[in-house]
């Protein structure tokens, strides 16, 4: 299925559009600007309770490392001639914090431009948001969901992959290198991971695969004693669509249970958000594989090791290395701010300069170049790794194999599915 902004999402997306208008009323946000503007807002919407209570840490220092090739740090600085100065929101990643704090950003502070959020369903509520704000340009930050750039909002920009595009080539590789015919399915219960693993099982089923059951969990789930005792004895590997605290725990858990068979992650499990953890997962993790936005160790692009570099150098830098937040937030704010210097802060007509100039980007960023297609949606270079042991027994990831250029045409949207046949 070629997906395409003009199709049937935007009847949808025009009825969550005029169900948010009926509920917000109209916006008073800030974004049509003077030509010329030498102050620019950028709003801030990242996670800062739950599951992935990181995530302000990790998107400050994202910005802080962004800033630093401006000498700015992460509450702003000096872009150019353009002052440029960043309001940051915390929300526990589900849909109406978003959208309650993302109405504050602009409706209240009258930022410029919006950048975020971090989680999924939080992406598509402000994806909708977004068409019923358009003097507001806004700039996703993390959020994959595929659906976020064909809903209809011209004044939305995502400049990464998203989750069903991360997994291109995993499901190929389980079936006929690896030779896993049979995959046991585990999943947070939430639109990323039916992107993130539709894109791994669609790939897989059509190779000849079968899923052998599946367990959707709630986000937040801290005992998978249930769920480890459903795994059926003639699965070959088990795909573990969860991140952040929620991998670490099963990953842990798994080894206390004894679970003997290889692991699929979903692309948050291999980050260093969960190989981090500090209960004992090695036995667990050693060997999983799964597609990422984020390269192996041993990568060689020298704005790689430059973001590395910027990032360890932030005060909020929470890990040893770049995790696939931060990664992302980077990957998005540079653009924003490569906008504003090359047309000088000019916000006038409803943005359209700044908005001409992010959809011209053409940027080498720590994975690869950055490009746009017709829908606002990045055209990326993306990998398959896979998590290794150092001999201090810390973990890694290294590089299988990377594909450049990885474009939205052949994704689609996924529901929660639980055999190949959902998938038909």
């Excluded at 670490?248 to 080894?255: E, I, M």
């Amino acid at each position: 299925m070629k997906l395409t902004k003009r199709n049937g999402l935007l009847a949808a997306a025009a009825l969550s559009a005029s169900t948010l208008l009926l509920v917000t009323g109209c916006s008073s946000g800030g974004g049509g600007g003077d030509s010329g503007n030498k102050e620019i807002t950028i709003g801030v919407l990242t996670t800062d309770t739950g599951t992935y209570a990181f995530g302000m840490d990790e998107t400050k220092a994202a910005i802080g490392a962004a800033m630093s090739n401006f000498d700015g740090d992460m509450n702003g600085g000096t872009v150019g001639d353009v002052t440029v100065k960043f309001i940051y929101e915390g929300t526990d990643g589900t849909p109406g914090s978003a959208q309650s704090k993302v109405k504050k950003l602009v409706e209240n502070e009258a930022v410029d431009i919006e950048l975020g959020p971090l989680s999924g369903d939080a992406g598509e509520t402000i994806a909708q948001y977004a068409t019923t704000v358009p003097e507001v340009t806004f700039v996703n930050g993390a959020a994959s969901p595929v659906s976020m750039t064909l809903l209809g909002a011209e004044n939305f920009y995502r400049f990464h992959g998203d989750a069903a595009m991360w997994m291109g080539g995993v499901g190929d590789y389980a079936f006929n290198e690896l030779g896993y015919k049979n995959i046991y399915l585990l999943a947070d219960d939430y639109s990323f991971p039916y992107d993130n693993a539709g894109g791994f099982f669609s790939e897989y089923c059509a190779a000849g695969g079968t899923i052998t059951g599946a367990s959707w969990v709630p986000l937040g789930t801290t005992d998978y004693a249930t769920v480890l005792t459903k795994i059926p004895e003639n699965t070959d590997a088990v795909y573990a669509g969860l991140g952040g605290a929620d991998a670490a725990g099963f990953l842990s858990q798994a080894v206390s249970a004894g679970l003997d068979v290889p692991l699929v992650g979903g692309s948050i499990a291999v980050d260093t958000t969960a190989l981090g953890a500090k209960a004992d997962i090695a036995v667990a993790a050693e060997g999983m594989i799964s597609g990422s936005p984020v390269p192996g160790a041993g990568y060689d692009n020298p704005e790689w090791a430059k973001f590395n570099e910027a990032y360890a150098a932030q005060p909020n830098a929470e890990f040893d290395a770049p995790t696939i937040f931060s990664m992302l937030y980077y990957n998005s704010v540079m653009p924003i701010l490569n906008a504003i210097e090359s047309t000088e802060g000019d916000l006038g007509d409803n943005q359209s300069a700044f908005r001409d100039a992010l959809s011209a980007t053409k940027w080498m960023g720590p994975t690869g170049e950055i490009t746009v297609d017709e829908n606002n949606q990045a055209i990326v270079d993306n990998f398959i790794v896979e998590v290794v042991a150092g001999n201090d027994g810390t973990l890694t990831v290294k590089n299988v194999s990377e594909t450049k250029g990885v474009t939205q045409e052949s994704t689609k949207s996924y529901e929660r599915f639980s055999s190949c046949d959902d998938l038909q």
